[in-house]
């Protein structure tokens, strides 16, 4: 229902129950002054600024119930061909989208909180927005971002958070694997999402604590027969051919959002092409002797003069991980988001959106980044001061973007294999799990060039 029909229907409402009442002096007076009065009255109702109406949905600490679901409401609107405005930095980030009885009942449904505002309140809260006194901004959504979730069969949806947080916030998305990637699927999709990954052949580095275990074994077949039936000899080239396809996705303008483990050995795999850095139980035959000299740091995204474990023995990929470097306990572990520009730098300030700047830690097999491994070219978003670390980062690859996030997942500490999923009913308002969805909607955002 456009805010037009709720006026009109507002209206006649109003002229049929308290009509008579305005216009039975005037009736007594004579006809003419009858329909005079009566237009009158039409006219003025039909004319009231506080009939119209706009939704805003807010983003607080202290009123929105449902963070996580706000974006799943936004997304429902933008596939219904229904333009939002994300009024950055105003109440942590809110929504503004027209009113509609679908779009309130579809809220008190999800369990989003949500206000009715006129359009009086709206011109008002925009003109404050576009104050130049004032750190916000209003960017218009448009078209619902096609989503894809880089995952192999069988992956359990616990394994991925942000599998978790698009099916808690009712966000559609595909699975697809290395043979869709191979296949150049990629082209139909706006976003993809790549999580707990190896790109550089050498099965997550599991090898020490796993290697008897029957799903690592399992896993290593699957993989072995998934890349000789695409015609590739050895998994760690088979997966170089996906990183490079996801590269060319990227550097065409498309969105790349990674966490864990596939930040940084999306990157190993891309340097390290056409040389061969896997040991021998990983793909059969010795590694390059000089393989480190021969990394090309121009190929990565965000990293450079990183420094590969070769033991096969530690569970770890490279020096850009901070993991085995921490130096903090879990009850004062929290990372500061930055603070942008949001008319000058609309891009990070979308994706550090948040009802808290001050955002618990988590950890993962890729924890967070080593700063002196980060390209200058590269936005820090996110960092722990009191252990001099990145973990959340930017950048642009051509005509592309992309997002590195450390950790696994940020209600879950410590995620162990076999571990119990997390149940994100229980974590409505997780400023961690926001930072994903403010990658999802990048996209919808319209093209806004950052300026620095």
């Not at 008190?108 to 404050?128: A, H, P």
């Amino acid at each position: 229902m456009t805010t037009a029909t709720c006026l009109s229907k507002n209206a006649i409402f109003l002229l049929i129950f308290f009509g008579k009442s305005f216009t039975e002096p005037i009736k007594k007076a004579g006809k003419n002054s009858f329909f005079s009065g009566f237009f009158m009255l039409l006219f003025f109702l039909l004319s009231l600024p506080a009939m119209a109406s706009q939704v805003l949905i807010p983003m607080d600490a202290e009123t929105q119930r449902n963070h996580l679901k706000a974006y799943g409401i936004t997304y429902w609107m933008l596939e219904k061909e229904v333009k939002v405005q994300w009024l950055l930095n105003y109440r942590g980030g809110s929504f503004l989208l027209p009113d509609s009885e679908e779009l309130r009942r579809e809220c008190q449904i999800r369990g989003v909180s949500f206000e009715v505002i006129s359009d009086q309140k709206t011109e008002e809260i925009l003109e404050e927005i576009s104050s130049p006194a004032k750190n916000m901004e209003a960017v218009l959504l448009e078209k619902a971002p096609k989503i894809a979730v880089y995952s192999p069969q069988g992956n359990k949806p616990w394994d991925d958070a942000v599998t978790m947080v698009l099916t808690y916030a009712e966000i559609p998305y595909e699975t697809i694997y290395d043979e869709e990637v191979l296949n150049d699927a990629l082209l139909l999709f706006d976003w993809l999402h790549l999580h707990h990954e190896d790109f550089t052949g050498q099965y997550g580095k599991f090898y020490r604590s796993y290697r008897t275990a029957p799903w690592y074994i399992e896993d290593k077949k699957q993989a072995e027969a998934l890349a000789a039936s695409l015609g590739y000899d050895k998994v760690s080239e088979e997966k170089l051919d996906v990183a490079l396809k996801i590269r060319d996705y990227v550097v065409g303008g498309g969105f790349m959002f990674a966490m864990c483990s596939a930040t940084d050995s999306f990157d190993i795999a891309l340097s390290a092409e056409g040389v061969d850095i896997a040991e021998p139980m990983f793909d059969g035959d010795p590694s390059d002797a000089d393989y480190q000299s021969r990394l090309n740091f121009e190929k990565s995204f965000a990293f450079e003069n990183f420094i590969l474990e070769r033991n096969p023995m530690v569970y770890e990929f490279s020096s850009i991980d901070m993991t085995n470097k921490r130096q903090v306990s879990m009850d004062v572990d929290y990372f500061t988001l930055m603070e942008y520009s949001a008319k000058w730098d609309p891009i990070p300030t979308m994706l550090t959106q948040n009802h808290t700047m001050l955002v618990k830690g988590f950890m993962g097999q890729t924890t967070a980044y080593d700063p002196a491994t980060i390209k200058p070219t590269v936005l820090v978003m996110g960092e722990s001061k009191i252990n001099g670390e990145a973990k959340y980062i930017h950048g642009i690859k051509g005509n592309g973007f992309f997002t590195f996030y450390g950790g696994h997942d940020p209600e879950d500490y410590q995620h162990m294999v076999g571990d119990p999923k997390t149940e994100l009913q229980l974590h409505p308002t997780s400023p961690g799990y926001r930072l994903i969805l403010n990658n999802v909607l990048f996209p919808a955002a319209k093209k806004q060039k950052q300026k620095t």
